[in-house]
Nanobody, 123 residues
Framework: QVQLVESGGGLVQAGDSLRLSCAAS????????LAWFRQVPGKERAFVAA???????NYADSVKGRVTISRDNAKNTLYLHMNSLKPEDTAMYYC?????????????????WGQGTQVTVSS
């Protein structure tokens, strides 16, 4: 059983940068595929970025070039560095993990979820 705890969200202005963190415990961190999703009220949870066990990355088109996902297996921590933030990036951000195979982009492929951290970008 993996426990995930996000942090680093907050209220920022458009154009600012932010780094989200996701601390993991209770499992073999390095064996998990990790991802970030985001959700706004009334909409489905949307894929943001994923990182494989060996460090390969995938990004949603909406954030490509502005966002970097990374992992530190020694610290059992996942990161999401976000630059040039836009008001449309406002959402609750969730980290997710899975040890099994599946789609990077689909939330149903992930077994473990954090409680989320709110990011609000003002214009």
């Amino acid at each position: 059983q993996v426990q995930l705890v996000e942090s680093g969200g907050g209220l920022v202005q458009a154009g600012d940068s932010l780094r989200l963190s996701c601390a993991a415990s209770g499992g073999m961190f390095s064996r998990h595929v990790l991802a970030w999703f985001r959700q706004v009220p009334g909409k489905e949870r949307a894929f943001v970025a994923a990182i494989s066990r060996n460090g390969g990355t995938n990004y949603a088109d909406s954030v490509k070039g502005r966002v970097t996902i990374s992992r530190d297996n020694a610290k059992n921590t996942l990161y999401l560095h976000m630059n040039s933030l836009k008001p449309e990036d406002t959402a609750m951000y969730y980290c997710a993990a899975r040890a099994s195979s599946g789609s990077y982009y689909s939330g149903i492929s992930y077994d473990y979820w954090g409680q989320g951290t709110q990011v609000t970008v003002s214009s």
